[in-house]
């Protein structure tokens, strides 16, 4: 027994450490993509070596985006390009927080506009250069001006918008047709007040046979908050996080909550889809219209249902959608080489000229000289929710907030339970402005 | 063949019922040379454990006194101060139930449904290998592909479970949706996936059981209950005590199924520890907290097998 006591207990050290590992020394390992960047990074102002470029374009989007790289590859001036694809999701910007923080980031990267204000504020981004992006040919000018504003921390540009890619509804064209909700010129009519946006999915369900509206957000990090972000700007009331404090006006949050819980009552429209369920349920027919992002399309339009879009309806009275915007960055560097900087302006200008491809995605384009060109007015259903992108509402600007952010997950999780029937719309509205405060009341770590 | 190799190396060692007690009588005998010559082939691994396990052990202690930010903020010496604010976190609180609960509920049935398969297998069922690949094929999957799985069995509306749950006339349940469900269907998932490993643990257990103990109780006129009452379980003792341990600890480093499936939620209902140091450390940026709930979470483990250390050996004395 006795040489049995101490073989016992190593194993148990042993094991002990084997959870640390896996727990909080995960921060050793995490630390590895950093580390390897920085390997593979190319001395400063070394030749030949290609620029290196970080999206999360991992869908049909991505595809685009490989088509655009090709491009600018071309061609005399063509760009010797590294290209890494990284997830999207929280540990995205994880990983590109840690790259900059450690000072060996990539050269380009994307981030979502709405991701900006815990990056900016921390030193994790490099601004770009006006007047080497105005020699590229790129000027404010080119933006929608709210977006090139969101762009900006204490009056410098930290990023450039290369779409805005808005939360929307794509809907049957036939049984949106028998319903009578479209006017004249085949466009979806905005209902404009609550009332009459449950007459619309009524209609619509029963055109169809099945459901109306179909919306998934069980389990979805994101989802709730998006709906409840474009209903809540539409009526008006502003959704503010200054560090005394959330400022939200509790009386809108509910009416919004309120609705979405009438108007996902279970029969005309289902409650309890997931996101995945919800896209399955409208590529199978088995409802009129789907809430959801844009960036579905090249999976929606596969289907072979005649495909309608329209901005997210407007239930409220004030237009207004909820967007984000991938955007091209400079991740901070230790020591810039200045020639790879300049060819990083180049890659983002030339990037920008290609938006008409990457408008394929779905997307809208923030460059706005591209809408003028003939293909644009072609691309069907895109053009029909272009004025998505004037009417954008992106999160509140908060170190913690943006896309992929514990935020919008916070947010999602609290609406849920209040669209499964299981809370009311005040509990989930108390929820969401004590959820704030928590966030709101821990240090800032980007400052 | 190789499923009876596994545990007869595997029992005796966590036996402890001083079986093998040449190596250290060996060790005595070693001259100075020998010593130095063993002590290369451990250096490879020395490094490695210094580097990857010592290391960031000692690294986290010290930054669990700082509020260091995973960005450019900073770093500063706080005192207790994390500590204090996960004590009084009622996160921590909620994740660290959430744990200990997921681990009661898997720990029980992954051992009791593994030792009652491996029974029924071992009674001799025909086609025995079809049994044994059945109930092992699970673990061997990736726990990606099984949250795909399991995704869709659950998916609300489409699923299986609730297609299931509808044709024998009943409502659908929220499997990941419902506060009260949730946890118990990642429990229900976690078991059909790793109940396979103690499954073999135990069968191969059970076809090293001497038969001369199986014929004299026979001659005894000992019935099969008898025989399984007072010879086989009490024979696998020593392999439920290594199965429940390894049970407890893989049970309480439950993460990944829950952060791909529900990522801690309905209202954090499924927020294991883990999960919930990992938000705070990697999603919130805040590595000196999450450092600090680490060695709570690791204060608990040490209680944990104190606990077990002290339970074990008696039992088996």
């Given at each position: 027994m006795?040489?049995?006591?101490?073989?016992?207990?190593?194993?148990?050290?042993?094991?002990r450490?084997?959870?640390l590992?896996?727990?909080?020394?995960?921060?050793?390992?995490?630390?590895?993509?950093g580390?390897?960047?920085?390997?593979g990074a190319?001395?400063?102002g070394g030749d030949g070596?290609?620029l290196?470029?970080w999206?999360?374009?991992?869908g049909g989007d991505?595809?685009l985006?490989?088509?655009?790289?090709?491009?600018?590859?071309?061609?005399?001036?063509?760009f010797?390009?590294?290209?890494?694809?990284l997830e999207?999701?929280p540990?995205y910007?994880t990983k590109?927080a840690?790259?900059?923080a450690?000072?060996?980031a990539?050269?380009?990267?994307?981030?979502?506009?709405?991701r900006m204000p815990?990056?900016?504020p921390?030193?994790?981004?490099?601004?770009?250069?006006l007047?080497?992006?105005?020699?590229?040919?790129?000027?404010?000018e080119?933006f929608?001006p709210?977006l090139?504003?969101?762009?900006?921390?204490?009056?410098?540009?930290?990023a450039v918008?290369?779409d805005?890619h808005?939360f929307?509804?794509f809907?049957?064209l036939?049984v949106a047709?028998?319903a009578?909700?479209l006017?004249?010129?085949?466009?979806?009519i905005?209902?404009?007040?609550?009332?009459?946006m449950?007459?619309t999915?009524?209609?619509?369900?029963?055109?169809?046979g099945?459901?109306?509206l179909?919306?998934?957000?069980?389990?979805?990090?994101?989802?709730?908050?998006?709906?409840?972000?474009?209903l809540?700007?539409q009526?008006?009331?502003?959704?503010d996080?200054?560090?005394?404090?959330p400022?939200?006006?509790?009386?809108?949050?509910v009416?919004?909550?309120?609705f979405?819980?009438?108007l996902?009552?279970?029969r005309?429209?289902?409650?309890?889809?997931?996101?995945f369920?919800?896209?399955?349920?409208?590529?199978?027919?088995?409802?009129?219209?789907?809430a959801v992002?844009e960036?579905?399309?090249?999976t929606?339009?596969s289907?072979?249902?005649?495909?309608?879009?329209?901005?997210?309806?407007?239930?409220?009275?004030?237009?207004?959608?909820?967007t984000?915007?991938h955007?091209?960055v400079?991740p901070r560097?230790?020591?810039p080489?200045?020639?790879?900087r300049?060819?990083?302006h180049?890659y983002v200008?030339?990037?920008?000229?290609q938006?008409?491809t990457?408008?394929?995605?779905?997307?809208?384009?923030?460059y706005?000289p591209?809408l003028?060109?003939?293909g644009?007015?072609?691309?069907d259903p895109q053009?029909?929710?272009?004025?998505?992108?004037?009417?954008?509402?992106?999160?509140?600007?908060?170190w913690f907030a943006?896309s992929?952010?514990?935020?919008?997950d916070?947010m999602?999780?609290a609406?849920q339970?209040?669209l499964?029937?299981?809370a009311?719309?005040e509990?989930?509205v108390?929820?969401?402005v004590r959820?704030c405060?928590?966030l709101?009341?821990?240090?800032?770590?980007v400052? | 063949m190789?499923?009876?190799?596994?545990?007869?190396?595997?029992?005796?060692r966590?036996?402890?019922d001083?079986?093998?007690?040449e190596p250290?009588?060996?060790?005595g005998?070693?001259?100075?040379?020998q010593r130095?010559?063993?002590?290369?082939?451990?250096l490879?691994?020395a490094?490695?454990?210094?580097?990857?396990?010592?290391?960031?052990?000692?690294?986290g202690?010290?930054m669990s006194?700082?509020?260091?930010s995973?960005t450019?903020?900073?770093t500063s010496f706080?005192?207790f101060?994390?500590?204090?604010?996960?004590f009084?976190?009622?996160?921590v609180w909620?994740?660290l139930?959430?744990?200990l609960?997921?681990t009661l509920i898997t720990?029980v049935?992954l051992?009791l449904?593994?030792l009652?398969m491996?029974?029924?297998?071992?009674?001799g069922l025909?086609g025995?290998w079809l049994?044994?690949?059945?109930?092992?094929?699970?673990?061997?999957?990736p726990?990606?592909?099984?949250?795909?799985i399991?995704?869709?069995?659950?998916?609300?509306?489409l699923?299986?479970?609730?297609q299931?749950l509808?044709?024998l006339?009943f409502?659908?349940?929220?499997?990941?949706s419902?506060?009260?469900?949730?946890?118990?269907a990642?429990?229900?998932?976690?078991?059909w996936?790793t109940?396979g490993?103690?499954?073999?643990?135990y069968l191969a257990?059970?076809?090293?059981?001497?038969d001369t103990l199986y014929?004299?109780a026979?001659?005894?006129?000992a019935g099969?209950?008898?025989?399984?009452?007072s010879?086989?379980?009490p024979?696998l003792?020593?392999?439920?005590v290594?199965?429940?341990?390894l049970?407890?600890?893989?049970?309480?480093?439950v993460?990944?199924?829950i952060?791909?499936?529900?990522?801690?939620g309905p209202?954090?209902?499924t927020?294991?520890?883990l999960?919930?140091i990992?938000d705070?450390?990697?999603?919130?940026?805040?590595?000196?907290y999450a450092?600090?709930?680490?060695?709570?979470?690791?204060?608990?483990i040490?209680v944990?097998?104190i606990?077990q250390l002290?339970?074990f050996?008696?039992?088996?004395?």
């Amino acid at each position: 027994m006795t040489g049995a006591h101490p073989r016992r207990h190593d194993r148990f050290t042993v094991d002990r450490r084997r959870f640390l590992r896996l727990s909080l020394t995960a921060s050793g390992a995490a630390l590895a993509p950093g580390l390897l960047t920085g390997c593979g990074a190319p001395a400063p102002g070394g030749d030949g070596v290609g620029l290196k470029i970080w999206d999360l374009f991992s869908g049909g989007d991505g595809l685009l985006m490989d088509e655009m790289m090709d491009t600018v590859r071309g061609g005399p001036d063509g760009f010797t390009l590294d290209r890494t694809i990284l997830e999207w999701g929280p540990s995205y910007y994880t990983k590109l927080a840690m790259a900059a923080a450690g000072g060996r980031a990539p050269d380009v990267a994307v981030l979502h506009l709405s991701r900006m204000p815990g990056y900016a504020p921390g030193g994790l981004l490099d601004p770009f250069d006006l007047e080497l992006l105005a020699e590229f040919g790129i000027t404010r000018e080119d933006f929608p001006p709210a977006l090139w504003e969101r762009a900006q921390w204490e009056g410098r540009l930290y990023a450039v918008p290369l779409d805005t890619h808005p939360f929307i509804v794509f809907y049957d064209l036939d049984v949106a047709e028998r319903a009578g909700v479209l006017d004249g010129a085949g466009r979806l009519i905005q209902p404009g007040s609550p009332g009459a946006m449950l007459e619309t999915s009524a209609a619509l369900a029963e055109a169809h046979g099945g459901a109306g509206l179909l919306f998934g957000h069980v389990t979805d990090p994101a989802q709730n908050w998006r709906i409840f972000n474009a209903l809540y700007a539409q009526t008006g009331a502003a959704f503010d996080l200054p560090e005394s404090g959330p400022a939200i006006d509790t009386d809108a949050a509910v009416r919004v909550v309120s609705f979405l819980q009438e108007l996902f009552d279970g029969r005309t429209n289902p409650n309890h889809l997931d996101y995945f369920g919800a896209l399955a349920s409208f590529t199978e027919s088995r409802g009129a219209m789907i809430a959801v992002g844009e960036w579905e399309l090249p999976t929606l339009r596969s289907t072979g249902i005649r495909l309608g879009a329209a901005p997210f309806v407007n239930v409220f009275g004030e237009p207004a959608v909820a967007t984000d915007s991938h955007s091209y960055v400079l991740p901070r560097q230790e020591r810039p080489d200045p020639a790879r900087r300049r060819e990083a302006h180049r890659y983002v200008a030339a990037m920008l000229r290609q938006s008409l491809t990457w408008a394929g995605a779905g997307h809208l384009p923030a460059y706005q000289p591209v809408l003028a060109e003939p293909g644009y007015a072609e691309l069907d259903p895109q053009s029909s929710y272009t004025e998505a992108g004037d009417l954008a509402v992106l999160d509140p600007p908060a170190w913690f907030a943006g896309s992929g952010s514990l935020f919008q997950d916070r947010m999602s999780q609290a609406i849920q339970p209040a669209l499964l029937g299981r809370a009311s719309a005040e509990a989930a509205v108390d929820r969401m402005v004590r959820e704030c405060a928590d966030l709101l009341d821990q240090p800032n770590p980007v400052r | 063949m190789s499923t009876q190799a596994s545990p007869e190396t595997v029992a005796p060692r966590d036996g402890g019922d001083g079986g093998v007690p040449e190596p250290s009588p060996t060790a005595g005998r070693s001259g100075p040379r020998q010593r130095r010559s063993g002590g290369w082939f451990v250096l490879p691994f020395a490094v490695c454990f210094g580097l990857f396990m010592l290391w960031p052990v000692v690294h986290g202690i010290a930054m669990s006194f700082t509020d260091e930010s995973l960005t450019l903020a900073g770093t500063s010496f706080v005192g207790f101060d994390n500590y204090v604010e996960a004590f009084g976190d009622a996160a921590v609180w909620n994740a660290l139930g959430n744990t200990l609960f997921f681990t009661l509920i898997t720990t029980v049935p992954l051992v009791l449904i593994a030792l009652g398969m491996a029974l029924l297998v071992h009674t001799g069922l025909a086609g025995q290998w079809l049994w044994r690949l059945a109930f092992f094929a699970p673990y061997l999957l990736p726990v990606a592909v099984v949250t795909l799985i399991w995704q869709w069995v659950y998916q609300p509306d489409l699923g299986l479970a609730n297609q299931l749950l509808n044709a024998l006339g009943f409502g659908p349940v929220g499997w990941l949706s419902d506060e009260a469900v949730a946890m118990w269907a990642i429990a229900l998932l976690t078991v059909w996936w790793t109940v396979g490993f103690n499954f073999l643990l135990y069968l191969a257990a059970l076809q090293s059981l001497p038969d001369t103990l199986y014929e004299a109780a026979a001659l005894d006129g000992a019935g099969a209950w008898r025989r399984l009452w007072s010879i086989t379980l009490p024979q696998l003792r020593r392999t439920t005590v290594l199965v429940g341990m390894l049970q407890v600890l893989a049970s309480l480093k439950v993460f990944d199924q829950i952060y791909i499936l529900t990522k801690g939620g309905p209202n954090d209902s499924t927020r294991p520890i883990l999960e919930y140091i990992y938000d705070v450390g990697f999603t919130g940026y805040r590595l000196g907290y999450a450092s600090a709930i680490s060695y709570l979470f690791f204060a608990l483990i040490i209680v944990v097998s104190i606990a077990q250390l002290r339970f074990f050996p008696r039992q088996e004395g």
